[in-house]
């Protein structure tokens, strides 16, 4: 089984502070995605990374995808509210044909006003 | 429609029952998948259709679990002599038909189905 390690598990932190949540493991990926889950909903995307070093923004999110294709992280500068929520990193096994998805526990965060 | 629709939002259903729980995709989508997430877990995946046909049922974790997908379309996961650790949120998503064009690799999930096996 080929495992996707989140941390931290759980953050809670003031609007306007900044945080950065963390995706290890030790197999390779072809590729990793960024999901972010409200309570009662399914995951929703906000990102894939393909590339070992890329870097991707999303307003207030910054994805990067660690040299080895092994790890990645996600940035939010100046947390919002509306930031809350379960964020989840899933990778993609290289030739894994049938896109099947590993995902991370996922790390929960909430943002006070 | 416009989004992946799962029906019903919640079951409570009493050891032993047999369930079913339907997955309405995006349309036009080729691929359907199903995933379990428990409690405090990220979703696991169970099965993957491309079409009307089980490619990868890998992730299934026994024979009580079972899925269909007659016509292309809509998706039934059927879990027969529930157990209580079946209770978790069934999620199913839909991707369009495989290939590099821009949204090829975007799976669309629906809100999932809460099942709680008593």
């Known amino acids: 089984t080929q495992l996707l390690e989140q941390s931290p598990q759980f953050l809670s932190i003031q609007e306007g502070e900044n945080l950065t949540v963390y995706c290890n493991s030790s197999?390779?990926?072809?590729?990793l995605q960024w999901y972010r889950q409200e309570p009662g909903e399914g995951p929703v995307l906000l990102v894939t990374?393909?590339?070992?070093?890329e870097v991707k923004k999303l307003k207030r999110l910054t994805f990067q995808f660690g040299d080895a294709r092994k790890d990645s992280s996600l940035h939010i500068t100046a947390a919002q509210p509306g930031d809350t929520g379960l964020y989840l990193c899933?990778?993609?096994?290289?030739?894994?044909?049938?896109?099947?998805?590993?995902f991370g526990k996922g790390t929960k965060l909430s943002v006070i006003p | 429609g416009a989004g992946v629709s799962q029906t019903p939002s919640n079951k409570v259903t009493e050891k032993g029952k047999y369930v079913e729980l339907r997955c309405d995709p995006i349309s036009g989508h080729t691929a359907l998948y199903w995933y379990r997430q428990s409690l405090g877990q990220g979703p696991e995946f169970l099965i993957y259709?491309?079409?009307?046909?089980?490619?990868?049922d890998s992730g299934l974790p026994n024979d009580r679990f079972f899925a269909v997908r007659p016509e292309g379309s809509v998706s039934t996961l059927k879990i027969q002599r529930t157990e209580r650790g079946d209770s978790a949120v069934y999620l199913c998503?839909?991707?369009?038909?495989?290939?590099?064009?821009?949204?090829?690799?975007?799976?669309?999930f629906g809100a999932g189905s809460r099942l709680t096996v008593l």
């Open positions: 259709f491309q079409g009307t046909g089980a490619a990868d």
């Open positions: 990374v393909v590339t070992g070093g």
């Open positions: 197999s390779v990926f072809s590729s």
């Open positions: 998503a839909s991707r369009p038909r495989t290939g590099t064009y821009s949204g090829a690799n975007v799976l669309t």
């Open positions: 899933a990778g993609l096994h290289p030739g894994a044909g049938s896109y099947q998805l590993t």
